[in-house]
């Protein structure tokens, strides 16, 4: 149980990083090869790494392997932060996406 537990959380750690990295390519002008629903996704992949947790979200695993559901933050706070799903994010949200990263 231990050992699955370091797995776990060794893996939520790998995985925040090629968030970070895959979201990082993103500044400095490259948006403009991005659709909407890739940067929707980028944005929560983005909100879902700032929770230090395992259950931001319902589709989330919790550390016995079982999915969050109900016990996400996301259903705890009835929505708005963290974001989970596309339709969390507006186009709005989108396109001030691209402003503050220099997208086009």
């Not at 050992?3 to 925040?16: C, F, G, N, P, R």
């Not at 629903?37 to 929560?44: D, K, S």
């Not at 079982?66 to 596309?86: A, D, I, M, T, W």
Request: aromatic fraction near 8%; charged fraction near 25%.
């Amino acid at each position: 149980m231990r050992s699955q537990k370091a797995i776990l959380i060794l893996s939520t750690a790998l995985i925040s990083l090629s968030y970070s990295l895959s979201a990082s390519a993103i500044v400095g002008g490259a948006c403009d090869k991005y659709t909407d629903n890739e940067i929707r996704q980028i944005m929560i992949d983005r909100s879902k790494a700032m929770y230090r947790g395992h259950c931001p979200c319902p589709d989330d695993m919790d550390e016995d392997g079982v999915r969050c559901g109900q016990n996400s933050l996301f259903h705890k706070q009835r929505g708005g932060e963290p974001y989970c799903f596309l339709g969390d994010i507006s186009k709005g949200m989108v396109t001030n996406f691209r402003f503050y990263n220099k997208c086009p």
